[in-house]
């Protein structure tokens, strides 16, 4: 979890970030009625922020390993 601090979002799921902020921040107080506070709103960028983290670190380690196979596949 110390690397998660430091984390950049990869350009490729930029859209997906974007998309999950905004149903946590935004949706899902409109949905249930729900009203932030300042804390609030801190807490849950900050656990939905981590929880993209622990989607994300697997899908780019497969990332990593089909370009491995691709280029062994290809010969270079």
Same mark, same amino acid.
């Given at each position: ?8 979002? !990869? ?17 899902? !107080?409109?949905?249930? *009625? ?5 804390? *609030? /709103? &801190? ?9 993209? /983290?622990?989607?994300? &670190? !697997?899908?780019? &380690? ?12 290809? *010969?270079?």
């Amino acid at each position: 979890m110390e690397k998660w601090f430091y984390w950049g979002i !990869p350009i490729k799921y930029t859209s997906r970030y974007i998309f999950l902020m905004m149903i946590v921040l935004v949706m899902l !107080p409109l949905l249930t *009625g729900l009203r932030y506070t300042q804390a *609030g /709103y &801190i807490l849950n960028f900050l656990f939905a922020d981590v929880m993209f /983290y622990r989607w994300c &670190i !697997p899908r780019i &380690i497969e990332d990593k390993l089909e370009e491995r196979r691709r280029r062994y596949r290809d *010969g270079e």
